[in-house]
């Protein structure tokens, strides 16, 4: 059974997200670094270090959402969910049907400007999801949901 990918939409959101980051948190902050910056050193050190930096974190918001978007993956099994991600470190779950509580969809308001939305697995570890999946198509979001839900009512075995 293949890994289902996300819709190329998400791409877009991906990128778009990494730009907000780039414009709204790492431009001001290499801005305000390379002013603070300009005590210790030449403004010609800190300029050089700050086109260095701003070019590098330029070529990550175009570069890694690209990444990112492609090694996404979901794949629901028999009895498990396997969630497959990461660019530089690659991760995969597995959450046994049986031990799923409760399955949230969510959608920030980029989700909703792409018809997007989040799907959140929550175990009874209680430490927050233990599984995320951004970018799905809502209309997916919401049948897998339900989907899982169904099937960790089928598995869970509550002892009676």
Known sequence: MELERLPSRARTLFYLRSALSLVLFWLPAVGVAAVVGLGFASAWV???LAVV???LLFLEAVWLP???YAAW????REHDLRVVRGVLIRRETSIPLGRIQHVDTRQGPLERLFGLSRLQVFTASGAGADASIPGLDRAIADAL???LVAKANAERDDGV
Do not use: F, K, S, Y
């Open 73 to 76: 993956g979901w794949q629901v």
């Open 145 to 147: 949901r339900d989907r």
């Open 53 to 55: 930096v701003g070019l």
């Open 66 to 68: 690209a990444l990112a």
């Open 46 to 48: 800190i300029g050089g």
